[in-house]
């Protein structure tokens, strides 16, 4: 029994399996796979619109699966998406809204008394592995081995130098479980040989992989790019036209995918395919050099640019191939999601739900409102209506997203009622999560 805390037994002993009518049930558990790619725009891969970005294993998974048009990250930032994605809550009730950063959180994390989708599936039998990025908690006692995860390699910070492996303040940056471990080679490859030696090794154990890639964040390095940082200095990079970051960029994600590829490849050479359930998505939207087209805006920001971003599922059999989605969707849906197909009949009181429906019959979910929230900024949706709010100022904008995705047209002056209602209804959601929480950013 994985023990972290008194409260965590409590909830855990509460877990229940469901046999689905079947003795072998549990035998033949479904394997789980989560793909997370940092800063990537929304139209930054070709089966969504890029004319210069070559993504063919991402396409096939599009192609393959089901490709969600309003899936949306929790936060418009790195760290609160993943805390969202890992506990299937809104991120301000763990107390991470912000951006853990490297030189102003090195204390905080994650806390231990929340229940990840890791913890979750290793209490049920899975072997739980996570290669790459962390960003929940930089000190030791929050490392991934402590929060559900038989197996981790990668860095707790926002990111670092793909060769070096040093983060932004100048701290040595890769971990092999929770012991720092100098390790040579270029961070994506890392994370995706891993992932597949991963696999090759559990292939026949029910498992759930977690693969945060660090592509396509910064620093802007390709496979034959020079490291720069140094362990206790604060160096920054070479500055560089705007051509040679986007072409760099364009190598990130293209490297990205081909290590994608890699592992769905492993999954067909081990017959794992019709038994894996594989999601992907980004963190959050793209930042300066991304393309988010047609949306406004980007990384940091609540307009659709900062936190509308692909999802991508895929799973032979049962979710139909070749299929679209346009159901609001987002990041803390995913723990639901797996806690419903690995048969855990979950008794934690969580903000996200199961898209079950979505994946397996494309039928609708069941009528929500859905928040966001960062820094001074607070948003909204209401089926095809969306509300921001400034806090600051008190500025509300309102928009009619089915037929305005871009966000041009302000539709305030024309809905003033509408826009009062849900005003009142985004604070009272905030005064909800946000009650009682100690905030760690």
Known sequence: MLVKQNTFLSILSCLLFMSFGNSNAQAKKSNFIIIMADDLGYADLSCNGSQTIKTPNIDKLAREGMLFTDFHSNGSVCSPTRAALLTG????????????????????????????????????GYVTG??????VGYPEKYNPV???????IGYVSGNVDYHAHIDQEGYEDWWHQNQLQKEKGYSTDLISSHAVNFIKRHKDKPFLLYIPHEAPHGPFQGRKT????KIGEVVKDKKRTRE???????????????????????????NLDENTFVFFCSDNGGARYGDNTPLRAGKGSLYEGGQR?????????????????????????????LAQFGGVQNPLKL??????RVLLKNKRLKNRDLFWQYSNKMAMRRGKWKLLMFKDSGVLELYNLDSDIGEKKNLLNAYPQKAKAMKLDLLKWYDDVTKNVDEKS
């Not at 996570?130 to 960003?135: A, D, E, I, S, T």
């Not at 760099?248 to 081909?258: G, N, Q, T």
């Not at 999802?311 to 990041?331: D, L, R, V």
């Open 351 to 356: 903000d996200g739900v199961s898209l079950d």
């Open 309 to 337: 971003v692909i999802g991508i599922a895929k799973w032979p059999g049962k979710i139909k191939a070749g299929s679209t989605t346009s159901e609001t969707a987002m990041t803390m849906d995913i723990l639901p999601t």
């Open 146 to 152: 402590h929060q559900g995860f038989d197996e981790y």
């Open 244 to 270: 040679e970051t986007k072409l760099l960029l364009k190598e990130m994600i293209e490297i990205m995918d081909e290590g994608i590829g890699n592992v769905m490849q492993t999954l067909t050479e081990l």
């Open 89 to 124: 809550k809104y991120q301000q009730r763990t107390g991470i809204s912000g951006v853990v950063t490297a030189k102003s959180h090195r204390d905080v994390g994650l806390s231990l008394t929340e229940v990840t989708f890791a913890d979750m599936l290793k209490e049920a």
């Open 130 to 135: 996570m290669f790459g990025k962390w960003h």
């Open 226 to 229: 020079s490291a720069f940082r």
